[in-house]
């Protein structure tokens, strides 16, 4: 870790949404906080807790009403849990705050994951400043907050013109977050979490973004940009694989599976540059059947060598014949490490659900990527790929059945892997990576940002 005074800057408690997605890059935020001379105390869940294997950060655990039971298990319900989180959460933290009133180490602010508004409330109420931590980008962000607000119908209508906020890029239907419309029947649920950030996000002292100054904002047309007012402080991910200021700072440093990594890598080292197609769909891993098996037959069709981070129980849903078929070719792995992954030489390109963190990690690693969305902001992030950075491309749905067929994967990995276009994308995803670590850098502007967060506690 990087060196830091002897007397604190000042005292934070990071507040994150337990789930892999989310206690990433708000573990790397307080791994940054720490390398600047600020005492970092994570409170989650008593599930997670021992998850978070940091050492520079203290972690108290804290009740969410499912004490050691994983969410989202077989009927778990998102509404139940956040006002289970909500009514005891605000209790177990608020002791947590308590603990440390009358020590030489109170507690300055609270950082909190937007997806748990009340925290605002539980700073408010001991009289400490606070900071929303939203982990979508900015422009997902901007378009959930005026469909919070009312300035966009809910829910949204297929044949709309496109939603626009100025100083970002206008968004299609099918490239808005997906519980805003295909999904608001389906999951509903989750287009509630997704509004709830919003009502009170304003009284926040501030607000987080996981992005870096010329990721996403554009010049308006006219007037001042609509985009939601937000520090950007990313991209949070381990120094390791940007600017190299914190001491092996390799991975996030909070797991909840166990990755397989020194098999991964031997079996990578056998491959040639920049062969290999990494295929992964996040932690939560959403394939729907049909569109596992067009990814399966994608892959085997494509004749290259790929790793894929698949679960068990969707090895056993695949095509009859393809494990054996691409033997040769092919690992499969219920889980590893993805950054280790793509910053290996063998990694030709990545097949992603377009995650906000794996989008991230992707771009900031100049990795060229085919997107594949399922759900949520991943269709936003799947278009800023191909349309914005042009380090990419999405694959695109034929029909209404919101399936990619295997064709259209395979035309995809082609166009990232060989030819002319694979060379201009190559371009494309060198010149991102140099941006990624200009930011987080010293003096770059992520870092300026950070550091401003950090001078204005205790004051």
């Known amino acids: 870790m990087a060196e830091t005074t002897n007397k604190l800057k ?4 990071i507040l994150p949404y337990p789930v892999q997605g ?5 573990v790397q935020f307080a791994k940054r906080l720490v390398s600047k001379g600020v005492k970092v105390t994570i409170a989650t869940t008593t599930y997670t807790a021992s998850s978070i294997t940091t050492p520079s950060v203290s972690v108290e655990p804290i009740s969410d009403g499912y004490d050691f ?6 009927g778990f319900s998102v509404d139940d849990y956040a006002e289970s989180f909500q009514l005891i959460g605000s209790e177990t933290l608020t002791r947590v705050i308590e603990k440390f009133k009358s020590t030489d180490s109170p507690i300055d602010c609270l950082v909190y994951d937007s997806f748990l508004p009340w925290g605002l409330e539980v700073a408010r109420s001991n009289s400490i400043s606070a900071a929303s931590f939203f982990t979508n980008n900015l422009t997902v962000c901007s378009v959930l907050r005026k469909f919070s607000n009312g300035d966009f119908p809910l829910p949204a209508d297929p044949d709309s013109s496109p939603y626009l906020v100025r100083g970002l890029p206008a968004l299609s239907y099918d490239e808005l977050p997906s519980f805003m419309g295909r999904h608001w029947l389906s999951h509903g649920g989750h287009g509630r979490i997704l509004l709830n950030q919003f009502p009170n996000h304003e009284n926040a002292d501030w607000l987080f973004v996981n992005g870096f100054h010329g990721l996403e904002t554009q010049d308006c047309e006219i007037g001042e940009s609509e985009a939601m007012r937000a520090t950007l402080i990313g991209p949070m991910i381990p120094s390791a694989y940007l ?9 996030y440093g909070a797991s909840l599976l166990k990755p397989i990594s020194e098999e991964c890598m031997e079996w990578l080292g056998t491959k040639p540059a920049k062969s290999v197609a990494f295929v992964s769909f996040g932690s939560f891993g959403i394939l729907f059947e049909k569109q596992l098996a067009e990814i399966a037959t994608a892959l085997q069709e494509s004749g290259l060598s790929f790793l894929w981070v698949i679960k068990e129980a969707h090895v056993e849903k695949l095509p009859e014949g393809f494990v054996e078929a691409t033997r040769d070719r092919a690992m499969l792995v219920s889980w590893c490490n993805q950054l280790e992954v793509l910053s290996h030489e063998s990694i030709g390109c990545f097949l992603t659900h377009c995650g906000w963190n794996s989008t991230l990690e992707g771009l900031s690693l100049g990795v060229p990527m085919v997107g594949v969305p399922q759900w949520s902001d991943q269709m936003c992030d799947a278009k800023f790929v191909e349309e914005v950075w042009r380090v990419g491309y999405r694959a695109k749905e034929e029909g209404g059945d919101g399936v990619v067929k295997s064709g259209e994967v395979v035309r995809c990995l082609k166009g990232v892997m060989e030819g002319e276009s694979s060379v ?3 371009e494309s995803a060198k010149k991102w990576k140099g941006l990624a670590v200009k930011a987080m850098s010293e003096g770059g502007s992520s870092d300026r940002s950070i550091d401003k967060f950090v001078e204005s ?3």
């Open 243 to 251: 600017d190299e200021r914190l001491e092996d700072d390799k991975d």
């Open 69 to 74: 039971i994983p969410i989202a298990t077989p």
């Open 10 to 13: 000042g005292h934070v408690v």
């Open 457 to 459: 506690l205790r004051k």
């Open 22 to 26: 989310h206690l990433n890059p708000m």
């Open 424 to 426: 201009e994308i190559r």
